[in-house]
């Protein structure tokens, strides 16, 4: 884009079943200057200096909504669209469900996996028969709670009138034998591999050419938008102790293109709507599944 073309930020606000558009203007707008709606509501249209804009619209708006004009003189301007149709639990569960790329159930035996930025094959086609989901990482500590899975005791170890040989009978190693101790680690073999969100763990012997890019792409692309801001390492230890924050640890080279990520989709971002009281504002692509 031009520095002289004007920038279109469109937000999905499934909440309120609308649709928050903002313009910013390098030059104030005119008599000439004119917004519309497509005839089926699913774009925006700007007139503004001779160039005509378009942009995909997040959801359909109902068509015909007449937009009020722009106000003479101004750099930014606003509307809000109200979606098209009827609101149902499935449109709004749909809106604000979180997918994420993978799940074993998900992941056929077939997939192959191949490297973000050489497209060099890590995995092959048929290398991985067994795909498991991997635990919440906190696991271990919510099976305090899990009283109905304490694990039984063997008929071995009990004594002739019933009772339990508590000398004999060690409950975390029986715990760990049916996979659910606090010690239980787990480790993929040849064929199996585990996931989660944002880890794979993999047999060494199953990847090859272990040694990421992004490519633009003409359609348009969900994003979610993303309050963050740098914090010290002591605000992270505060953070850390609260019961209302809840971390993912990632490696630093992930961290920082997020980061990197973040600062430059701020770029794509009216000046007025990328700063949030102390909060910085970007956008990161959102997880779409293929239908």
């Known amino acids: 884009m031009s520095s002289s073309a004007p920038l279109i930020y469109a937000e999905l606000l499934s909440n309120i079943r609308q649709v928050s558009v903002i313009v910013a203007l390098c030059e104030p707008c005119d008599s000439a200057t004119k917004v519309e709606l497509s005839e089926n509501g699913k774009q925006f249209l700007l007139r503004h200096r001779g160039q005509l804009i378009t942009l995909g619209l997040p959801s359909q708006a109902i068509s015909g909504f007449q937009l009020q004009k722009p106000i003479l003189g101004n750099k930014e301007l606003s509307w809000r669209l109200p979606l098209a149709g009827q609101a149902s639990r499935a449109s709004i569960e749909g809106a604000q469900s979180n997918e994420v790329p993978w799940?074993?159930?998900?992941?056929?035996?077939?997939?192959?996996?191949?490297?973000?930025?050489?497209?060099?094959?890590?995995?092959?086609?048929?290398?991985?028969?067994?795909?498991?989901?991997?635990?919440?990482?906190?696991?271990?500590?919510?099976?305090?709670?899990?009283?109905?899975?304490?694990?039984?005791?063997?008929?071995?170890?009990?004594?002739?009138?019933?009772?339990?040989?508590?000398?004999?009978?060690?409950?975390?190693?029986?715990?760990?034998?049916?996979?659910?101790?606090?010690?239980?680690?787990?480790?993929?073999?040849?064929?199996?591999?585990?996931?989660?969100?944002?880890?794979?763990?993999?047999?060494?012997?199953?990847?090859?050419?272990?040694?990421?890019?992004?490519?633009?792409?003409?359609?348009?692309?969900?994003a979610m938008k993303v309050f963050w801001r740098l914090v010290s390492t002591e605000e992270a230890a505060v953070l850390m102790d609260s019961d209302s924050v809840e971390s993912i640890e990632l490696p630093t080279e992930g961290i920082l293109e997020i980061e990197g990520d973040l600062r430059e989709s701020a770029l794509w971002l009216p000046s007025s709507a990328r700063k949030f009281k102390e909060w910085d504002v970007g956008l990161l692509a959102r997880y779409q599944p293929k239908p």
Request: with cysteine; charged share 25%; proline share 5%.
């Open 103 to 222: 799940s074993a159930k998900d992941l056929p035996s077939d997939a192959e996996f191949t490297c973000r930025r050489c497209r060099a094959i890590i995995i092959e086609k048929g290398t991985i028969k067994v795909w498991k989901d991997l635990p919440s990482e906190n696991w271990a500590e919510m099976m305090d709670f899990w009283h109905c899975h304490k694990p039984d005791i063997p008929a071995s170890e009990k004594e002739a009138d019933g009772s339990s040989s508590y000398r004999s009978y060690d409950a975390e190693k029986v715990a760990a034998s049916k996979g659910y101790g606090a010690s239980t680690r787990f480790l993929a073999s040849s064929g199996i591999a585990l996931i989660d969100i944002t880890t794979f763990v993999l047999y060494p012997a199953d990847c090859k050419n272990l040694t990421s890019s992004s490519l633009a792409s003409a359609t348009p692309t969900l």
